[in-house]
């Protein structure tokens, strides 16, 4: 089983910075890709940025350019780093990881808002 803390969150006006941590414990040898994922109130969990171990990312076209994910390998941790934040951007993001053995797992979330 793997575990996923995911720490950054908070409140920034628009144009801001904010940058999103999750560590991951566990059988953290079984991990693939590692990803965020987003839910605004009212609206359904979306894809941010995902990256596979090899280091291939992949963005949602609303934070391309704006957005960068990365990963440290031996921190089993992955980064999700968000430049000019704009108030659509406001949701819960999530961690998620892929393993080998197909089996996906989430973080418990992290509030962003963006004023504006």
């Known amino acids: 089983q793997v575990h996923l803390v995911e720490s950054g969150g908070g409140l920034v006006q628009a144009g801001g910075s904010l940058r999103l941590s999750c560590a991951a414990s566990?059988?953290?040898?079984?991990?693939?890709?590692m990803g965020w994922y987003r839910q605004a109130p009212g609206k359904q969990r979306e894809l941010v940025a995902t990256?596979?171990?090899?280091?291939?990312?992949n963005y949602a076209h609303s934070v391309t350019g704006r957005f960068t994910i990365s990963r440290d390998n031996a921190k089993n941790t992955v980064y999700l780093q968000m430049n000019s934040l704009k108030p659509e951007d406001t949701a819960v993001y999530y961690c998620?990881?892929?393993?080998?053995?197909?089996?996906?797992?989430w973080g418990q979330g992290t509030q962003v808002t963006v004023s504006s």
């Open positions: 990256i596979t171990s090899g280091g291939s990312t």
């Open positions: 998620n990881v892929n393993c080998w053995d197909s089996l996906v797992y």
């Open positions: 566990g059988a953290t040898f079984s991990i693939d890709a």
